[in-house]
Structure formats: structure tokens, C-alpha cells
């Protein structure tokens, strides 16, 4: 019984000593998503598809926006978008090692994206008013349904690497320049400096102007 076990034991210690010694490499594609979108309810999730020498990458992302009706005056999003973006990594993805010896995949990159997507937002609210000389309070009632396409471009640079040689940390800073569309069915009681005034916001689908771009990815290999 004594020869049986130790040979169990040297194998599973000789298969131990492999997987320790097994050589990290950067994946041919990589599976992302944006934890920061939640905080706007939006769903992005994307894949990152690197050249044959880790040089140049391609991502494409799709998203997908479902607001909740939070107050009278709050936006109800709905719509889909997606992005494109093509990256150079200037020292390319590769693997370095630590101090402490660990090896990582890491990169540096400059970026250019462009965006699109089209968007609902359908809602009916009431305002009052209080004519303190009378005391009569007025209300009335809005009904609002826009149609909104927007488009955009910029850049950015950023920092990836690996962590625990499992998940990939992308953090990365820049902007662009958005433009939109709105197509809006104004009921008689809706003003025209209430349309002029929505969608201002910069995390608006609607909003036109320069926009920052900034936050962190985490991916996973394919």
C-alpha cells in the first residue's frame, strides 16, 4: 500500500510544480464590462480582440439603458447604443514581473472611439402653482415623448493589466465631443423653455457638447 501512495503523491506534486510554472501569456480576446454604467442603469458589456502581437486591439461594446421613473421630473430612459474603439498599446500587452517576482500582462494604450445610439423617453408628470395674492393653487399636467439619436467621438489613454493572472483591470481618462438629435411631441401645455432646458446633463442621451470620458473596465479571457 506504501508504493501506491507515494506514487499518487509524486504525481499530484509534479502536477502542482506544473500549473505553478505554467507560462502566462496574453489572450487572443477578452470579455468587458463597465461596473460605473450601473450607476446611470446602464448595461455595457463588450469584447476586446487583440492583433497577432498584442500591438493593436479592436472593442466593440453594446449597451443597453432602462431608467427608472424616480420623481416628477425625473428622465425614463429606455434605448440601446453601442461603441467602437481601436487602441495602441505603446510598449504592447505583454507580460512583465514584479518586484516580488509574480509575472502580469500589462499595457498602455492610446485610444479612439466613436459612439451611437437611440434612445425613448416617455413620461407624464404635474406642476403646481401657488398664487400667493389669491391663494389659488394651479395645476397642470405634461405629457412628454422624445425620440433621441445621438453620436460621438474622442479618445482616451489608459492603463491594463492582469490581476491574480485571471482578471484584467482596464482604468483609462480622455473625452470627446457628443451631438444629438431629439424629436419631441409637445402637448398644449408643454413650454418651449422646457424643451429647450432637457436633456442638459452630460450623462444625457441628449446632451451636446464637450463630455469627459473616464473609469474602469473588468474583463475576463475568452
Not at 464590462?33 to 486591439?57: A, H, I, R
Not at 472593442?59 to 429606455?78: C, I, P, V, W
Not at 481601436?86 to 514584479?98: D, I, M, T
Not at 467621438?153 to 493589466?161: E, S
Request: proline fraction near 3%.
Amino acid at each position: 500500500m506504501k508504493t501506491p501512495l507515494f506514487l499518487l503523491l509524486f504525481i499530484v506534486s509534479i502536477a502542482a510544480f506544473c500549473q505553478d510554472e505554467e507560462v502566462l501569456t496574453a489572450p487572443r480576446a477578452l470579455f468587458k464590462t463597465t461596473p460605473q454604467s450601473f450607476l446611470v442603469n446602464t448595461l455595457k458589456v463588450g469584447v476586446e480582440v487583440f492583433n497577432e502581437s498584442w500591438t493593436k486591439s479592436y472593442s466593440l461594446y453594446l449597451n443597453g439603458k432602462l431608467d427608472g421613473n424616480n420623481g416628477a421630473l425625473a428622465y425614463f430612459y429606455r434605448g440601446l447604443g453601442a461603441e467602437f474603439q481601436y487602441r495602441k498599446y505603446l510598449n504592447g500587452f505583454s507580460v512583465r514581473k514584479s518586484r516580488r517576482d509574480k509575472e502580469f500582462i500589462h499595457g498602455v494604450y492610446i485610444a479612439g472611439y466613436i459612439t451611437g445610439g437611440a434612445y425613448f423617453d416617455k413620461r407624464e408628470f404635474t406642476t403646481t402653482y401657488r398664487d400667493f395674492n389669491t391663494g389659488q393653487i394651479t395645476s397642470t399636467s405634461y405629457y412628454v415623448d422624445d425620440e433621441i439619436l445621438n453620436v460621438g467621438t474622442g479618445f482616451t489613454v489608459g492603463y491594463h493589466r492582469t490581476f491574480w493572472k485571471v482578471l484584467f483591470f482596464d482604468a483609462y481618462l480622455g473625452g470627446g465631443v457628443q451631438l444629438s438629435e431629439i424629436e419631441r411631441k409637445l402637448n398644449p401645455n408643454t413650454t418651449r423653455e422646457y424643451y429647450n432646458s432637457s436633456h442638459s446633463g452630460i450623462a444625457s442621451p441628449g446632451f451636446q457638447g464637450i463630455v469627459p470620458k473616464f473609469g474602469i473596465a473588468v474583463g475576463v479571457a475568452l
